[in-house]
């Protein structure tokens, strides 16, 4: 089964930072966890598909009666900070798990809130009268579930055919994580970084002030602004992970390997530190090309 065509990117918090002591069933979930990524993926994607058939129309991860399921707790990916790359020695991420909860009921019930506030008339109530909803009805599950946030905010964010550019600010692209496998089907099939807590915030900062000051608040800039404020909702001895997820399937091999999204990234933004606009102009347009043909993938579905 294909994975859904999304990006992601998630933040994973030291152990200590979910409780004092954190819950019984999330430290027992952190000590057996051995979920991949793509496992992670793979595991969303079956129970949204479970709640698709439920009878009862549940959010996925979430009972028949609306009560969050037990994966709530459980559902962890867990990341050694050996594992995190460091550009400054002088920082230190502990020897404590670093945890990223999947938050899967949480998610849909943020998407489901986002649809019905952003969705065109016509299609909101389309998709109510098929379930047999009302909005009130809808809105108040959504917002029930989104009381079981570990924290102030979510630890995922995913996008649809593609990944938003400001996220590259964050990772240093010579640090990228590829592993091909036997080609675009095979299911380890993986594009990643990872920065720590500690480098990524300056990163993405220095980014908005150097977009902004070129192109004011438009676009960019709002990414960038949201995506630090994101940030800054987490521990400070967290790490970032940002994966390509599900669009490696629909990239051949040798355009996988030969990716530089993150560098024209950096290179865009070098040349907005040395005032280069032929710089800026053509590493722009080396995205557009690279990225032209999920986009229109896009409109195709």
């Given at each position: 089964m294909l994975r859904p065509f999304a990006a992601y990117l998630r933040v994973y918090e030291p152990l200590s930072s979910f409780g004092d002591p954190p819950d019984d069933a999330l430290v027992a979930a952190v000590e057996r966890s051995e979920m991949t990524p793509n496992e992670a993926i793979e595991r969303e994607q079956w129970l949204w598909l479970k709640s698709q058939v439920s009878a009862a129309h549940s959010l996925p991860a979430e009972m028949p009666d609306g009560r969050?399921?037990?994966?709530?707790?459980?559902?962890?990916?867990?990341?050694?900070?050996?594992?995190?790359?460091?550009?400054?020695?002088?920082?230190?991420?502990?020897?404590?798990?670093?945890?990223?909860?999947?938050?899967?009921?949480?998610?849909?019930?943020?998407?489901?809130?986002?649809?019905?506030?952003?969705?065109?008339?016509?299609?909101?109530?389309?998709?109510?009268?098929?379930?047999?909803?009302?909005?009130?009805?809808?809105?108040?599950?959504?917002?029930?579930?989104?009381?079981?946030?570990?924290?102030?905010?979510?630890?995922?964010?995913?996008t649809n055919w593609m990944v938003p550019l400001p996220w590259f600010t964050i990772v240093e692209p010579d640090e990228r994580r590829i592993v091909l496998g036997t080609g675009p089907s095979d299911p380890i099939r993986e594009v990643s970084w990872r920065a720590a807590m500690a480098e990524a915030r300056p990163r993405i900062a220095e980014a908005e002030e150097l977009v902004r000051d070129a192109l004011g608040d438009a676009g960019p800039t709002r990414v960038l602004a949201e995506t630090n404020r994101w940030l800054n909702s987490f521990h400070p001895d967290s790490a970032v992970e940002l994966d390509y997820g599900g669009l490696v399937q629909l990239i051949e091999d040798p355009v996988l390997a030969t990716d530089t999204t993150a560098d024209e990234v950096h290179a865009i933004l070098d040349g907005l530190r040395r005032d280069s606009v032929e710089d800026v102009a053509e590493a722009f347009e080396n995205l557009r090309d690279y990225w032209g043909d999920l986009a229109s993938r896009e409109r195709f579905n």
């Open positions: 969050a399921g037990p994966s709530l707790r459980t559902d962890v990916l867990v990341l050694d900070p050996g594992e995190v790359p460091l550009s400054d020695e002088s920082i230190d991420l502990g020897s404590e798990p670093l945890v990223c909860p999947l938050e899967i009921r949480v998610r849909s019930a943020a998407a489901l809130s986002s649809f019905l506030d952003d969705a065109h008339p016509a299609l909101r109530a389309a998709v109510l009268d098929a379930g047999g909803f009302t909005p009130e009805a809808v809105k108040s599950r959504a917002n029930v579930a989104l009381r079981d946030l570990y924290g102030s905010t979510m630890h995922v964010l995913s």
